[in-house]
């Protein structure tokens, strides 16, 4: 008689930003790199992933799976099928060793998936999505320990290169390897999230109207093209890496600041060497970086030190990286040259009196007082208003959280997280 029992596990897993870029695979079908990558983890609680994965014998239509309410086809995503067969069979062979454990890998699965913030946003949301999808199915079939988190980021990876860190809290190296299986490209932890706590982020989602390249497509096209690009992967990566490893370890915010914005520039440099060449920053991109390198160069007459870090991926949203005590000045040079902004104000930085999410404020913020003396306020021109879309303040996090299960000896968590209701259908 089939297995009666519906076994069900829902898992929250954050979004990554790298400060030294992936661009480039060797293996297109497993996500093999043609570098390696570090990244930092942002805090779950502001943006995330959620995923639901219900196993049962009552769910006669097979597979199933529902991306912010919408059903999806699995047989038509590769990546999908491949995390999905990866984690079944690693499960599988458990239950051929331990006959105490239900046969759930024979079951079909009904998965849903959720952003908590819009993809209309521009946020990366494959990296969240996917690794939210591997920590699901491995809290469900009870992977881990036999699992490490570092096994679990190699089944990551073949969803989205970048989900491989995502699996990570904290400071996050993908290390390329060099095996043809892809058995050695898999993330490692760098340091914790508790290492650098006060490291914070601010999102600046830029407006744009244009669909740009997808990165999948972008970075096989750089591979083809680019020589720059393998100047990039021989010579630059390499020795960046270590410096990034080193600033991280010092929490040398000065040498972790140049090397993310030098990465940045440089992965820019490469999309605009493929042929024909990609361009993911526009014009408001280009001004925050202008800002930025001002107020920093006045800051190092001043301090000898920067202040602030940009990075940008496949997109014109900048990534604005600072220590904690340094955010209310750059968020008030931000306001001020680029007015109009929707605010997610989640650390209360505009005080309690002020409108929640700050929407539509129609004078440009002050320029904010201590400023270092030399900075020049006509570096760039106030913008037109909405220019700078929203502001989105964050910081380091951890890695992928378990919410809710009940599956194998476990039940913990709260069944209210879960995505998925009694009927197998999404919530
Ligand atoms: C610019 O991980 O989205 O964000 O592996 O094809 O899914 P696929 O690509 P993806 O590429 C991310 C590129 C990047 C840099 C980075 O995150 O390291």
């Known amino acids: 008689m089939a297995d009666p029992k519906t076994y069900t596990a829902t898992c929250s897993a954050p979004v990554n930003i790298a400060v030294i870029k992936y661009w480039g695979k060797r293996d297109t079908s497993l996500i093999l790199p043609t570098n390696d990558s570090l990244s930092v983890t942002l805090d779950q609680d502001h943006l995330r992933s959620v995923t639901t994965a219900s196993a049962s014998a009552a769910f006669e239509a097979g597979d199933r799976l529902w991306l912010n309410g919408i059903e999806e086809q699995i047989k038509d995503s590769k990546r999908l099928l491949a995390c999905i067969q990866e984690c079944r069979k690693v499960r599988k062979s458990r239950e051929e060793a331990d006959a105490s454990l239900a046969k759930m890998s024979d079951l079909p699965l009904h998965i849903c998936s959720e952003n908590n913030f819009p993809t209309a946003a521009g946020l990366a949301s494959s990296a969240s999505g996917f690794a939210a999808l591997v920590a699901t199915l491995a809290s469900l079939y009870s992977l881990q320990p036999t699992l490490s988190t570092s096994d679990l980021s190699r089944i990551a990876r073949q969803g989205s290169g970048s989900a491989c860190r995502s699996l990570f809290g904290g400071f996050v190296a993908w290390q390329s390897g060099t095996s043809p299986d892809g058995s050695d490209s898999l993330a490692v932890e760098v340091a914790p999230k508790s290492h650098w706590p006060s490291l914070q982020a601010l999102i600046c989602v830029v407006s744009d109207a244009k669909k740009g390249t997808p990165s999948t497509a972008g970075m096989q096209q750089s591979v083809a093209t680019s020589p720059l690009l393998q100047h990039r992967i021989k010579n630059v990566v390499p020795g960046r890496m270590v410096e990034m490893g080193k600033a991280v370890q010092a929490k040398d ?25 990609i361009f993911y920053m526009n014009d408001t991109s280009r001004a925050i970086v202008q800002l930025i390198e001002e107020y920093n160069r006045s800051s190092i007459e001043e301090t000898g030190k920067r202040r602030v870090a940009y990075t940008y991926d496949a997109g014109p949203n900048a990534v604005l990286y600072a220590e904690e005590k340094e955010v209310p000045t750059v968020l008030a040079l931000v306001r001020h040259y680029f007015p109009n902004a929707d605010f997610d104000d989640t650390f209360n930085l505009l005080g309690a009196g002020a409108n929640a999410s700050h929407r539509g404020a129609q004078a440009p913020a002050e ?10 306020k006509d570096i760039i021109q106030v913008h037109q208003p909405g220019s700078v879309r929203r502001l989105i303040h964050t910081r380091v996090g951890d890695g992928p959280r378990t919410l809710h299960k009940a599956a194998d000896a476990d039940n913990v968590g709260d069944e209210k997280e879960s995505l998925v209701g009694p009927d197998g259908l999404p919530l």
């Open 253 to 277: 915010f000065d040498l972790f600041a140049e090397v993310t914005m030098n990465d940045s520039n440089n992965f820019h440099a490469c999309a605009l060497d493929t042929s024909p060449p």
């Open 367 to 376: 320029l904010p007082s201590g400023l270092p003396k030399t900075f020049n």
